[in-house]
């Protein structure tokens, strides 16, 4: 994806493209040659009729529309596109613009932190609407793979992100939806290391903690997690130190072996025996 989003950001700078504001998005006129650009690159959707058919004007152009967080990523991280007010048509720069979506979402540093997290290593990330988190990942286009992951965000202090996961409860719920629909859980926790969201360049001093959560799993870490330790101590989940870039492990339950299972087994290894001694027997006979 890396080489599809170098080309699209060429593109972008050599026509001089400009976004417009309309609330809590971005709107782009794309010829056909960004459009393709666009829609490989997996930023925006394209606005569609009634009849869910891309509407496109008497330019052969297509309208695209970004969330906050793709829009300011081409801007602020790829600068390649100019955004515009949509009243007035007065450029915005990078401090105004963020100030502006800071106002539209409370929580919009945390959630662009994650964002462009993903994007910079070439995950290919998309707005969730259907599992009740952030993101979605996809490792490559989503014409050609199912998502990987679904992603939620954690965020220190009093931000609108801070009410996922915090009980035992929502964090084994979300793992079984996630292993019905057979997809990871990426957990996102997003330390701001003292500084406040008052610029863009304060984004720089945030790091960004990566955890995937799964059931305990026996074989891989007997050792190092015995019975009595999966169970947290209180209602929060315990997450990893901030500031490393390592993903851990939330160990869940062990799953219980009934006493009908240990039956079925003693009977099986007991026929077993039986059936081996009589074969040596007769062996031996012969």
Same mark, same amino acid.
Request: proline share 5%; hydrophobic share 40%.
């Given at each position: 994806?890396?080489?599809?989003?170098?080309?699209?950001?060429?593109?972008?700078?050599?026509?001089?493209?400009?976004?417009?504001?309309?609330?809590?998005?971005?709107? $782009?006129?794309?010829?056909?040659?960004?459009?393709?650009?666009?829609?490989?690159?997996?930023?925006?959707?394209?606005?569609?009729?009634?009849?869910?058919?891309? =509407?496109?004007?008497?330019?052969?152009?297509?309208?695209?529309?970004?969330?906050?967080?793709? +829009?300011?990523?081409?801007?602020?991280?790829?600068?390649?596109?100019? =955004?515009?007010?949509?009243?007035?048509?007065?450029?915005?720069?990078?401090?105004?613009?963020?100030?502006?979506?800071?106002?539209?979402?409370?929580?919009?540093?945390?959630?662009?932190?994650?964002?462009?997290?993903?994007?910079?290593?070439?995950?290919?990330?998309?707005?969730?609407?259907?599992?009740?988190?952030?993101?979605?990942?996809?490792?490559?286009?989503?014409?050609?793979?199912?998502?990987?992951?679904?992603?939620?965000?954690?965020?220190?202090?009093?931000?609108?992100?801070?009410?996922?996961?915090?009980?035992?409860?929502?964090?084994?719920?979300?793992?079984?939806?996630?292993?019905? =629909?057979?997809?990871?859980?990426?957990?996102?926790?997003?330390?701001?290391?003292?500084?406040?969201?008052?610029?863009?360049?304060?984004?720089?001093?945030?790091?960004?903690?990566?955890?995937?959560?799964?059931?305990?799993?026996?074989?891989?870490?007997?050792?190092?997690?015995?019975?009595?330790?999966?169970?947290?101590?209180?209602?929060?989940?315990?997450?990893?130190?901030?500031?490393?870039?390592?993903?851990?492990?939330?160990?869940? +339950?062990?799953?219980?072996?009934?006493?009908?299972?240990?039956?079925?087994?003693?009977?099986?290894?007991?026929?077993? =025996?039986?059936?081996?001694?009589?074969?040596? +027997?007769?062996?031996?006979? $012969?």
């Amino acid at each position: 994806m890396s080489s599809i989003v170098l080309q699209l950001q060429s593109s972008l700078v050599q026509s001089d493209a400009q976004g417009f504001l309309c609330g809590c998005n971005v709107l $782009l006129e794309a010829g056909p040659k960004q459009t393709d650009l666009l829609l490989r690159a997996c930023f925006g959707e394209p606005i569609k009729n009634v009849s869910g058919e891309p =509407i496109i004007n008497k330019n052969n152009k297509h309208w695209f529309y970004f969330g906050m967080e793709e +829009a300011f990523f081409l801007r602020n991280s790829l600068k390649c596109l100019k =955004i515009l007010d949509g009243l007035d048509n007065c450029p915005k720069n990078d401090q105004e613009l963020f100030q502006y979506m800071k106002s539209k979402k409370t929580a919009f540093p945390d959630s662009y932190k994650a964002y462009s997290h993903l994007r910079l290593i070439n995950w290919v990330v998309m707005y969730d609407s259907n599992y009740c988190a952030d993101f979605v990942a996809y490792r490559h286009h989503p014409s050609l793979v199912h998502s990987e992951f679904v992603v939620i965000l954690l965020s220190e202090g009093d931000s609108e992100a801070n009410d996922r996961l915090r009980v035992w409860s929502d964090v084994r719920g979300t793992k079984r939806m996630c292993k019905v =629909i057979k997809k990871a859980l990426l957990v996102l926790s997003v330390d701001k290391n003292g500084h406040d969201a008052t610029s863009p360049s304060c984004l720089e001093g945030y790091t960004v903690t990566e955890h995937t959560i799964s059931r305990w799993s026996p074989e891989q870490c007997h050792e190092d997690h015995p019975k009595d330790d999966w169970e947290p101590s209180s209602s929060s989940v315990p997450l990893m130190p901030s500031g490393t870039t390592l993903r851990s492990k939330v160990a869940l +339950a062990p799953r219980q072996v009934s006493l009908d299972q240990i039956f079925k087994a003693l009977v099986i290894f007991f026929w077993t =025996i039986v059936v081996f001694g009589f074969g040596f +027997a007769l062996g031996k006979l $012969l």
